[in-house]
């Protein structure tokens, strides 16, 4: 299996600041990496698949990028409506895995 | 509103039996893929399975054997059938659909709980 890596596990941050996070393929994954938003009682939300493409509807604050082993998740200026856990996950092949999640909270 | 519908989940036995089911409401089911995810209290995401338009099917190792994912002949309703159930099964379901393992819709979740 595939092992996701992320990090860090949980971050502060203000509005308006510029956050990335991070995500570690334990094997090459090629783009196959997409990000997720859930925010507490609520099913998750697709961000960016093909670790760059915004998914429609998705502010352009945020960005994805990355390729092979190592991906990030951009958040260019945070807004209130952002804090919230991000998961990425592959979907190279199955199982499909998903990072272990990263908590922005507000500072 | 469009959305995906869970249901099924509930209080059971360890050792015990549940079937969860996923339908459309409010649009046609596209996709060729319709997967189950689950999250359990306080953690992370685990994909569970997938099964593809054509019935081939996919699964979690900590689930082979123990659950087994169907659809109804027209494809659009999605079941779960989890046997053998282990405290650590306790989690909310997600029925999501997702080609190639890009999970765009989710529904609401159902709340599955294995305890004596």
């Known amino acids: 299996d595939i092992q996701m890596t992320q990090s860090p596990s949980s971050l502060s941050a203000f509005v308006g600041d510029r956050v990335t996070i991070t995500c570690r393929a334990s094997?090459?994954?090629?783009?196959?990496l997409n990000w997720y938003q859930q925010k507490p009682g609520k099913a998750p939300k697709l961000l960016i698949y093909?670790?760059?493409s915004l998914q429609s509807g998705v502010p352009s604050r945020f960005s994805g990028s990355g390729s092979g082993t190592d991906f990030t998740l951009t958040i260019s200026s945070l807004q209130p409506e952002d804090f919230a856990t991000y998961y990425c996950q592959q979907s190279y092949s199955t199982p499909f895995t998903f990072g272990t999640g990263t908590t922005v909270e507000i500072k | 509103e469009v959305q995906l519908v869970e249901s099924g989940g509930d209080l059971v036995q360890p050792g015990g039996s549940l079937r969860l089911s996923c339908a459309p409401s409010?649009?046609?089911?596209?996709?060729?893929?319709m997967n189950w995810v689950r999250q359990a209290p306080g953690k992370g995401l685990e994909w569970v399975s997938v099964?593809?338009?054509?019935?081939?099917?996919y699964y979690a190792g900590s689930v082979k054997g123990r659950f087994t994912v169907s659809s109804d002949n027209s494809g659009t309703t999605m079941y779960l059938q989890m046997n053998s159930l282990r405290a650590e099964d306790s989690a909310v379901y997600y029925c999501v659909i997702g080609s190639y393992g890009v999970f765009d819709i989710w529904g609401q979740g159902t709340v599955v709980t294995v305890s004596s």
């Open positions: 093909a670790a760059s």
């Open positions: 099964i593809y338009s054509g019935g081939t099917t």
């Open positions: 409010g649009f046609t089911v596209s996709s060729d893929y």
């Open positions: 094997q090459s994954i090629s783009n196959y």
